[in-house]
């Protein structure tokens, strides 16, 4: 009996090893073909534009083409579901926020992915904060005036969101302002921000990406940043906390993941892609440029974060009222 135990550790240990030294093997020779990044969201939006900064970043390292492709819709439960059905071997990667990893599971009775038994951590990317942005025709000229506009007419005043960050960030201001918006679903935030540069809905809270550059080009009016100072991008525009709604701040996150089972090698060597790429000028820039700071962190990081975001996430959804749909 001793004989046979110890022969089966024998034969358990040999292909641990094996195992081992097959998946050193496949990570020396990683990537050898092609690798495609899911996006929860539409062309134009801050993930899709970190996608394709670090898919030009692997590329140059590597030799190998980036595929970014858009899965809007279901706020991201598309692209997260065909992520976690993917093969778990470094070539389908998943580039993604807050939505899908932390609030979705607060937001849905049921999801066709599980947050956090069906991906493996790569790493945090970045993290920033939103603009408050209303039509140039609104009535409101700070966030104390929007406030006192939403309360004469509850219900009445609409927002668009095309995210959980851009939906929270409105819950989270209506409850600590005891204000009542209506809430738009979009697949996307660049929809929402065109109709609300349209006129079709009346306020969003929404990242810097999208709606900067209509408020540059005079299309929305910012009334607020969501961040605890000013931002450099908008140093005219204040807090919504200063503006109206003191201790209000609303954030949001992006990071890498690839599909649960991918080999701990694989995973090291995209961590060391991922950090390059949040080194290099052009990630720094693009972050800077839309309200972001570059935050790279190590997978093993990540999973503790996303753990107590997830918590945090949640409360913030209950505080708020919010029924899972």
Request: proline fraction near 8%.
């Given at each position: 009996?001793?004989?046979?135990?110890?022969?089966?550790?024998?034969?358990a240990?040999?292909?641990?090893?094996?195992?081992?030294?097959?998946?050193?093997?496949?990570a020396q020779?990683?990537?050898?073909?092609?690798?495609?990044?899911?996006?929860?969201s539409?062309?134009?939006s801050?993930t899709?534009?970190?996608?394709?900064?670090?898919?030009?970043?692997?590329t140059?390292?590597t030799?190998?083409?980036?595929?970014v492709?858009?899965?809007?819709?279901a706020?991201?439960?598309?692209?997260?579901?065909?992520?976690?059905r993917?093969?778990?071997?470094?070539?389908?990667?998943?580039?993604?926020?807050?939505?899908?990893?932390?609030?979705?599971?607060?937001?849905?009775?049921?999801l066709v992915?599980?947050?956090?038994?069906?991906?493996?951590?790569?790493?945090?990317?970045?993290?920033?904060?939103?603009?408050?942005?209303v039509?140039?025709?609104?009535?409101?000229?700070?966030?104390?005036?929007?406030?006192?506009?939403?309360?004469?007419?509850?219900?009445?005043l609409?927002?668009?969101?095309?995210?959980?960050?851009?939906?929270?960030?409105?819950?989270?201001?209506?409850?600590?302002?005891?204000?009542?918006?209506?809430?738009?679903?979009?697949?996307g935030?660049?929809?929402?921000?065109?109709?609300?540069?349209?006129?079709q809905?009346?306020?969003?809270?929404?990242?810097?990406?999208?709606?900067?550059?209509?408020?540059?080009?005079?299309?929305?009016?910012a009334?607020?940043?969501?961040?605890?100072?000013?931002?450099?991008?908008?140093?005219g525009?204040?807090?919504?906390?200063?503006?109206?709604?003191?201790?209000?701040?609303?954030?949001?996150?992006n990071?890498?993941?690839?599909?649960a089972?991918?080999?701990?090698?694989?995973?090291?060597?995209?961590?060391?892609?991922?950090?390059?790429?949040?080194?290099?000028?052009?990630?720094?820039?693009?972050?800077?440029q839309?309200?972001?700071?570059?935050?790279?962190?190590?997978?093993?990081?990540?999973?503790?974060?996303?753990?107590?975001?997830?918590?945090?996430?949640?409360?913030?959804?209950?505080?708020?009222?919010?029924?899972?749909?």
């Open positions: 009996m001793k004989f046979k135990q110890l022969g089966a550790i024998a034969i240990l040999s292909s641990l090893a094996a195992a081992l030294v097959s998946g050193q093997a496949s020779a990683y990537p050898s073909r092609p690798i495609t990044i899911m996006v929860g539409t062309p134009g801050t899709d534009g970190l996608a394709r900064a670090l898919g030009a970043v692997i140059k390292e030799g190998q083409p980036v595929i492709d858009n899965r809007a819709g706020s991201g439960g598309i692209a997260a579901q065909a992520t976690a993917a093969a778990p071997d470094g070539y389908t990667l998943f580039i993604t926020t807050n939505t899908t990893q932390a609030a979705n599971p607060h937001l849905f009775k049921k992915y599980d947050p956090i038994k069906d991906f493996t951590p790569i790493g945090q990317m970045v993290q920033g904060y939103m603009l408050m942005v039509s140039p025709t609104s009535k409101a000229k700070t966030v104390g005036e929007f406030i006192a506009l939403a309360k004469q007419s509850p219900g009445k609409s927002f668009g969101a095309g995210s959980s960050s851009a939906r929270i960030g409105v819950e989270l201001f209506q409850h600590m302002s005891g204000t009542q918006l209506t809430y738009v679903p979009y697949k935030n660049p929809q929402a921000v065109m109709d609300l540069v349209g006129g809905t009346d306020v969003m809270i929404v990242d810097l990406t999208t709606s900067l550059p209509q408020v540059k080009a005079g299309k929305l009016r009334l607020g940043v969501s961040s605890p100072t000013r931002s450099p991008l908008v140093p525009v204040p807090t919504i906390a200063e503006s109206g709604l003191p201790g209000y701040v609303a954030n949001h996150w990071a890498l993941y690839a599909p089972g991918t080999p701990t090698p694989i995973v090291q060597r995209l961590n060391e892609l991922m950090r390059k790429a949040m080194a290099t000028d052009a990630l720094r820039e693009f972050a800077e839309n309200g972001m700071e570059t935050h790279p962190t190590s997978p093993q990081e990540l999973a503790a974060f996303q753990l107590a975001e997830l918590d945090r996430w949640g409360k913030i959804i209950k505080d708020a009222g919010i029924q899972p749909e």
